[in-house]
């Protein structure tokens, strides 16, 4: 009947990605009233609400951040007064500075910010960093002996600090004075420093409470350049280090995030910092244009001066021009430029090399030796990617194995191997929960006795938790809802395996064994345009709790498709409404197993502008497809009313490509099926809602077929338009 593909039809593979689509409560109502409000889309709006964003005022605060009256951050950390106070008489007794870092984006960044402006402000100031292979992270005795003997006064933890009560207790014996900066979650019993900053002990309503570990040591910085009167050429620096760190933290982007990471964003490009520069450089960031600006409420572009703060004893960005302020042709960076192309080459460089390159980079005022550190962070980030693609490869067999007929029973993977790197793991583990959708515990041996390891997650599933429950098997470990790190001892490998398993069933049913796709709004092919890519750019800079609108658009049709470069899917795509045809070019990254797509789908995508060659468009990044739902239930609810219809099998004759078929509509165990046969005698067998059907001369000697092939798909659709005018004519 049909040309059989040369090896499609004995085993049908999966087409699609295997996700779960969650889609946000559509709030249409409340949308078109907040639109009207706003003078925005509709769908801009639905945007805004499913941000937890319902009325003008927090739409206003949220699309005009220079807008927020910010508190004063003296009135919000009850020990800023006396960590500034501290400071002040390190510097004016010249008493020795030492800061403790981290090795991750945020903590270095948070490093560099504290030594560019205590060194302007007159300190006498060094760091340290612990190693992440041999002590792991955050302050240790070693440290604090050493900062002692070396004449240290005061110690400035940055980005850790508040779980390291022996460490600090010891500082104490020694004589030291101990200032911690510090943004993670706070435990059952404080260390004993003269001074403690973390959003976490402050109000959760603080419009400070999101900052990361950087975002602390920016308010110290700032609030200590403002008490000595010395802000001049100060807060630039330190707001580009802010935002580098802020971003590649995956900090929230709301509150004073998102005023000063949006200021940030457009300092960048200029920043006078000789790193920043040769880092753009190396990692080749281009800033673009941001040539669009929404004014709340008014569509004719006037805006109400009173919105606007400009009082610079509560901004800490005094001295930063007022992105409101006219500025012809401005540049900006995306927050996506930082978490995917700058804050990787300073991650890599704590996961596998020596943090002192990052901070040097980002101190120093020499162009040769910030362009030499920034080549160092590229190679490093280099290795980092070889070295995470060779894991995921091993680590993917690993669980092809052993998990090939468990993973539904087991849902957890535990994926342990020796001479894996440390550094990397975690970022395997990620990329394990997106390909299998359930939580990932990766590790490796530290030695023939001991297991080190990190652990991601899906929602249903919290990772800390899991840890506690196994807690007797364990030996360090730590960690939170989403992530952990683990170590334990090697002959209790098995054991773990078993009890993770006992706690995934726990929590986790097997409709949640797909990776999640959270879908914002469905949009129509004719909604979208330039204006509306345009309104969405006020909802910049995205991050966490401000994620890339995701948009979902149903039963649109492939119209070509190819493979380019490695394994990517380039698209064109087509919706037709009202008799018009609207098309968009879509890019679907590394979806070679999915290749060819079939010819109908609901697809979810971000917007994206391409510029090239001087011209504008907008095209689409597919995250997901799924076959066209009104299609399939089109397809059943037609199958059905045929035979309804009639007291005996509906039959017809039809032509297709030059070719003689047969159809009709029986049944099968209660079920209608659709029947197509050929002048050969080979039938295909449909039923209603199924993707895979058989093809043959019997039921017995009969394939399975992917029914979503274009070949399939056409004669199906060829076939239940014949039986439509049958019927009609009936």
Partial sequence: MLDRPPTELSKPRRRLPNQRWQIHLQKTDLAQKLADAANLSPIVCQLLINRGIETPEQAQAFLEPESLNLPSPLTEFPDLAMSVELLQEAIASQSKIAICGDYDADGMTSTALLLRSLRSLGAQVDYAIPSRMHE??????????????????LILTVDNGISAFEPIARAKELGLNVIITDHHDIPQKL??????????????????????????????????????????????????LFTLGTIADLAPLSGVNRRWVKRGLKLLPKSQLPGVQALIQVAGVQAINSKFKIPFGNAKGE???????????????????????????PQS??????????????NAVGRIGDPLTVIELLTTDDEGLALERAMQCEQANTSRQQMCEEIEQQAIAHVEDLY??????????????????????????????????????????????????????????????????????????????????????????QKLRSRLSEFANQCLQPQHLKPLLQIDVEANFNQIHQELYQQLNSLHPCGIDNPDPVFWTPNVQVVEQQIVGKGHIKVTLSQTIEGQPYQFKAIAWRWRDYYPLPPRLDIAYKLRENNFNG???????????????????????????????????????FKYNQRQYTCGVYQNNSLPELRIKNSDGKVLVMQPGNTIGLLGTSREDALEIDLTLPQYDSIVQAAIQALSMLSAEC
């Fill in 136 to 153: 792991g992270y955050g302050i240790n005795k070693r440290i604090v002996e050493e900062f002692h003997s070396e004449g240290v006064k």
């Fill in 191 to 240: 260390p004993p420093a003269d001074a403690i900053l973390n959003p976490k002990l402050i109000a959760e309503s603080s419009p400070y409470r999101g900052v990361a570990g950087v975002g602390v040591a920016y308010i110290l910085a700032v609030s200590l350049a403002q008490k000595l009167d010395k802000t001049k050429g100060l807060i630039q620096p330190m707001l580009a």
């Fill in 303 to 329: 805006q109400n001066s009173k919105l606007i703060n400009n009082d610079s004893n509560k901004d800490l960005t005094y001295g930063v021009p007022n992105p409101q302020s006219p500025v012809p042709n």
């Fill in 333 to 346: 960076l995306k927050p996506e430029d930082i978490g995917f192309r700058l804050g990787p080459r300073i």
């Fill in 404 to 493: 090939a007929t468990s993973l539904q029973q087991d849902r957890v993977l535990v994926v342990i191997q020796p001479n894996w790197h440390h550094g990397v793991i975690g970022i395997v583990a990620s990329r394990l929960v997106e390909r299998y959708g359930v939580p990932v515990f990766i590790g490796t041996y530290e030695d023939e006795e001991l297991i080190r390891g990190s652990a991601r997650s899906i929602p249903e599933f919290n990772v800390f938790e899991a840890l506690e429950y196994c807690h007797d098997l364990l030996g360090k470990y730590g960690g939170h809802k989403a992530a952990g790190g683990f170590s334990f001892p090697a002959t209790n490998l």
């Fill in 615 to 653: 011209n504008t468009s907008l095209e689409l990044e597919l995250l997901g497809v799924r076959l066209a739902q009104k299609q399939l239930e089109a397809q059943s609810h037609q199958l059905q009313l045929f035979y309804q219809a009639s007291s005996k099998p509906l039959r017809t004759a």
